[in-house]
């Protein structure tokens, strides 16, 4: 059980960490008036794209 465990939470940190570091970028790039309104809408689907992409990995392996 302990592997598992340990299986999904290194993804995680590695995600965090990158977050971490490319943050006052991103947060630049989404708030920067002069570009396109949709921008976090991009954001918002990238990340319901990986979450189901996870899942569905997730959902996988435990058949």
Do not use: C, E
């Not at 570091?21 to 708030?31: N, R, Y």
């Not at 920067?32 to 991009?42: E, R």
């Amino acid at each position: 059980m302990q592997r598992g465990l340990m299986n999904r939470q290194s993804p995680l940190i590695l995600l965090l960490l990158i977050a971490y570091i490319f943050f006052p970028a991103l947060f630049d790039w989404i708030t920067d008036a002069s570009s396109g309104w949709y921008k976090p809408f991009l954001i918002w689907i990238a990340v319901i794209i990986g979450a189901y992409l996870l899942q569905r990995r997730d959902h996988r392996n435990d058949s």
